[in-house]
């Protein structure tokens, strides 16, 4: 039993590690990034617009962030077992319904339980798993390997998904991804993942409370809101934007291919250097070479190696956040109360993630492309910034398992 009253088997991690790498996989496949391959096919047979359909998406994201703050708590309590089983059951239930559906509105009821679906089993919930599973001197590498499996996720199943599609028709092919993620997760989620991370006990609440009341979290939450939405405003306008700077779409597309494959390279430079320096200033050092790349787009962009390396260099930061995270509020506040802080913090976090690209589209047409990208410089400083102030704050709560963040991870 750990320092915070937890039951955690520290023998033979590897089996988790490999469950979680592939349920996530799976799921941010199936639950996320397969939406964009039905856009079409669904636009004809619900005639139904870009924009709705779009909507649709948007929706579902921000129903996953309105529930992050009640499955926090839940996971605190009781662990990510059943939670995540059950959630594996309803996304691929969901799926499975989606394949029906024949208006708008009745998607839209789809992409609600989407979002609920997703909160349960995603990375939030997973983190939370690995939060409780390991200590400090694994964690790091844990959350390093499920993230880099399933940063391939897109690379995966947009291909499958499109493949499924031509071949079945797109309500066929739900019904082989539904079929498909219950499978793959339940029994995962319910045989691999027992035995650990169920608490046995109850949080403090004054240990949430006095962190809500704290500088640093709202640094953090600030931080992390800034950045997530620069990469969401990135992940969306990308191609549009080097097609406008006159390349060509097959090129668009390839360049912004690498974000994929940069965002996993970003993930392992980063867990590599915090044997060095404090998580906090390596994660602002990225958010800062971000914002140097969107500065660097509009004006050698127009050339493909321009393009090219400024995209490279937005890229290597776009999976940092997803790790860094989960290690700052460990380090500062324990792992006592790590679920339901991480839910608090994804609330408006996840909402940037969703809201952040329809503003920057709306954006773009007034003021154009380039103040879109000194709006995202402009993000990821502010993060960088927030980032130096949290490493600078004295730790006030001091809960379980913590080291002072102005210190190197161990």
């Not at 909507?55 to 996971?75: E, F, H, K, M, N």
């Not at 990308?238 to 994929?260: K, N």
Request: overall charge positive; aromatic content about 8%; charged content about 10%.
């Amino acid at each position: 039993m750990n320092g915070n009253g937890l039951y955690v088997i520290v023998k033979s991690p590897a089996p988790v590690i490999g469950a979680l790498a592939i349920t996530q996989t799976a799921g941010y496949g199936v639950l996320y990034y397969a939406f964009s391959v039905f856009i079409t096919p669904m636009a004809h047979d619900l005639h139904a617009g870009l924009a709705q359909l779009t909507g649709a998406a948007t929706l579902s994201v921000l129903v996953s962030a309105l529930v992050a703050p009640p499955i926090g708590r839940w996971l605190d309590r009781h662990g990510g077992r059943g939670l995540m089983t059950l959630g594996s059951v309803l996304g691929a239930a969901t799926v499975l319904v989606w394949s029906q559906v024949q208006s708008v509105a009745q998607l839209y009821l789809v992409c609600v339980a989407l979002g609920v679906s997703s909160g349960m089993v995603l990375y939030e919930a997973a983190f939370a798993v690995i939060v409780a599973w390991f200590d400090a001197a694994r964690r790091a590498r844990a959350l390093l390997s499920v993230t880099v499996v399933a940063g391939f996720a897109s690379s995966i199943f947009l291909p499958l998904t499109g493949f499924l599609v031509d071949r079945y028709g797109w309500r066929q092919a739900l019904v082989v991804l539904a079929a498909g993620y219950a499978v793959i997760a339940v029994p995962l989620h319910g045989l691999l993942l027992r035995g650990h991370g169920a608490a046995r006990r109850t949080v403090a609440p004054e240990i949430v409370g006095t962190a809500l009341r704290e500088r640093p979290f709202w640094l953090l939450a600030v931080a992390f809101l800034t950045q997530t939405g620069a990469v969401g405003v990135i992940a969306m306008l990308v191609v549009t934007y080097l097609i406008a700077l006159g390349h060509s779409p097959i090129f668009a597309a390839g360049v912004a291919g690498l974000l994929g494959v940069l965002s996993v390279t970003g993930r392992v430079v980063t867990t590599g250097l915090q044997g060095r320096w404090p998580v906090a200033l390596i994660t602002a050092g990225v958010f800062v070479l971000q914002g140097v790349a969107a500065l660097l787009l509009p004006l050698v962009g127009r050339s493909p190696l321009g393009a090219i390396a400024s995209v490279v260099l937005f890229g290597l930061g776009f999976g940092v956040g997803t790790i860094a995270r989960p290690a700052l509020l460990v380090e500062r506040y324990g792992t006592a109360a790590y679920a339901t802080l991480s839910g608090a913090a994804a609330l408006p976090i996840t909402a940037a993630r969703a809201l952040a690209p329809l503003a920057a589209a709306a954006f773009a047409q007034v003021a154009g492309y380039p103040a879109v990208m000194v709006a995202v410089a402009a993000a990821c400083g502010l993060g960088a910034l927030s980032l130096v102030f949290y490493w600078a704050s004295p730790i006030v709560i001091a809960v379980g398992e913590h080291h002072d963040p102005r210190e190197p991870t161990t």
